[in-house]
């Protein structure tokens, strides 16, 4: 792991007049930029080639003479070969030149490995660098074990699936989609046995990542994924706030929800068992009576963070909950950076973070307003690692 006061150092060399916002040109990368853009701050998108006219065309920043985008919010694009290629020394070394503080988000950890991202990245990133590998399921200490250090609620793990006496939900790899999710339900360990096979034949998933897949009792009920941020700088105010909530939309899972019963039944092949692949998202509120719980849980991750991967969270993180009939919050997944839903808020913000802030406040935005708050207090080197 790159020790954070080499990472300081760097950040200390920084012109922090001039800091520009930095990302892999994918995932939550257009509310980053947007947030940015309302802030005056400039971006940098690091594009993959045969991916980038989304970031150097169709939203491609116009500048005003206040040095306010008129249009578009993405100032600078850098187009690679292969996302990776970001930890080449000459594209790190053109980063710290333009004083880029990095913004990690899934594509970041997914197209590049997290532990080059450990040892290799030497460009200041918002938020704590070593958290980044809770997120993988099957690491020694992935967000699992976090949670369970925490004494947050998840799922119930069923150990093999002979155990199997209920609906469950089996989490592994999508075979083809690598940044996707082969993820099948199953009541018996007969269903489990005939769906993993039909999931395997119709090339969704590997037979050998069975034996390493989560088998977790699903939960019944609406699913809300939990957009938190943590500033370890503010002063006066509440270190924790929810900026928003979001839901997702996945393929072919909605498209199952929309047919009638009698349709789903008759269908076979391929098109019998739903995929859960995100293709987008959608925005959401609490009651209002359950939000004490929702800060409860973001206030436990963060203690549990502070205490086994320090310095602990910083910036954005989202942890992606189910809600039971007993209105009982179960946490089923744990995004330690950006979350994968926050361009719901991109423009317009959210109700929990306008409502905080007085001003639409995305999760973009609110990333941004912390670069600029620290640059203020002369405490940039608080929020990097």
């Known amino acids: 792991m790159i020790d954070r006061k080499e990472i300081q150092e760097i950040i200390q060399g920084y012109d922090t007049n001039n800091i520009t916002v930095g990302m892999t040109a994918s995932h939550?990368?257009?509310?980053?930029?947007?947030?940015?853009?309302?802030?005056?701050?400039?971006?940098m998108a690091v594009c993959q080639k045969g991916r980038e006219?989304?970031?150097?065309?169709?939203?491609?920043?116009?500048m005003g003479p206040d040095g306010f985008s008129t249009r578009g919010m993405i100032n600078d694009a850098l187009v690679l070969d292969k996302f990776n290629d970001i930890l080449q020394?000459?594209?790190?070394?053109?980063?710290?030149?333009?004083?880029?503080?990095w913004i990690p988000n899934r594509s970041f950890t997914s197209y590049s490995s997290i532990t080059d991202i450990e040892n290799d990245f030497k460009v200041p990133m918002l938020g704590s660098r070593n958290l980044l590998r809770s997120e993988d399921r099957g690491e020694?200490?992935?967000?699992?074990?976090?949670?369970?250090?925490?004494?947050?609620?998840?799922?119930?793990?069923?150990?093999?699936?002979?155990?199997?006496?209920?609906?469950?939900?089996?989490?592994?790899?999508?075979?083809?989609?690598?940044?996707?999710?082969?993820?099948f339900t199953a009541s018996t360990f007969a269903e489990f046995n005939e769906k993993a096979d039909e999931l395997v034949k119709n090339n969704v998933i590997n037979r050998e990542d069975l034996?390493?897949?989560?088998?977790?009792?699903?939960?019944?009920?609406?699913?809300?994924?939990?957009?938190?941020?943590?500033?370890?700088?503010?002063?006066?105010?509440?270190?924790?706030?929810?900026?928003?909530?979001?839901?997702?939309?996945?393929?072919?899972?909605?498209?199952?929800?929309?047919?009638?019963?009698?349709?789903?039944?008759?269908?076979?092949?391929?098109?019998?068992?739903?995929?859960?692949?995100?293709?987008?998202?959608?925005?959401?509120?609490?009651r209002e009576s359950l939000l004490e719980k929702a800060f409860e849980l973001g206030e436990k991750y963060i203690e549990a963070c502070q205490e086994h991967y320090a310095p602990g969270v910083i910036g954005p993180f989202c942890l992606q909950t189910c809600v039971d009939k007993d209105l009982n919050f179960y946490i089923y997944d744990v995004a330690p950076r950006?979350?994968?839903?926050?361009?719901?808020?991109?423009?317009?913000?959210?109700?929990?973070?306008?409502?905080?802030?007085?001003?639409?406040?995305?999760?973009?935005?609110?990333?941004?307003?912390?670069?600029?708050?620290?640059?203020?207090?002369?405490?940039?080197?608080?929020?990097v690692t």
């Open 28 to 43: 939550s990368a257009l509310d980053v930029c947007d947030g940015a853009a309302e802030e005056g701050l400039p971006t």
């Open 53 to 62: 006219k989304t970031y150097t065309h169709y939203f491609k920043a116009d």
């Open 89 to 101: 020394p000459d594209n790190q070394q053109m980063l710290r030149d333009k004083n880029v503080l």
């Open 140 to 183: 020694e200490h992935d967000y699992y074990w976090m949670l369970e250090k925490a004494g947050l609620p998840f799922p119930e793990k069923i150990e093999t699936p002979r155990d199997i006496d209920g609906l469950c939900i089996v989490k592994l790899a999508h075979k083809v989609k690598k940044l996707e999710r082969g993820f």
């Open 211 to 286: 034996e390493g897949a989560r088998i977790e009792k699903y939960v019944i009920g609406p699913v809300f994924n939990m957009d938190y941020f943590y500033s370890p700088i503010e002063q006066k105010m509440a270190k924790l706030e929810l900026i928003g909530i979001d839901w997702r939309f996945e393929t072919s899972l909605d498209g199952h929800c929309r047919l009638p019963a009698p349709q789903q039944m008759s269908l076979v092949g391929e098109q019998m068992t739903p995929e859960y692949t995100v293709c987008g998202h959608n925005s959401a509120t609490l």
């Open 338 to 383: 950006v979350g994968g839903g926050t361009n719901v808020h991109m423009a317009v913000g959210h109700p929990y973070g306008n409502a905080l802030w007085r001003t639409p406040m995305s999760t973009g935005r609110r990333i941004a307003l912390e670069i600029k708050r620290a640059v203020l207090l002369d405490k940039l080197d608080e929020i």
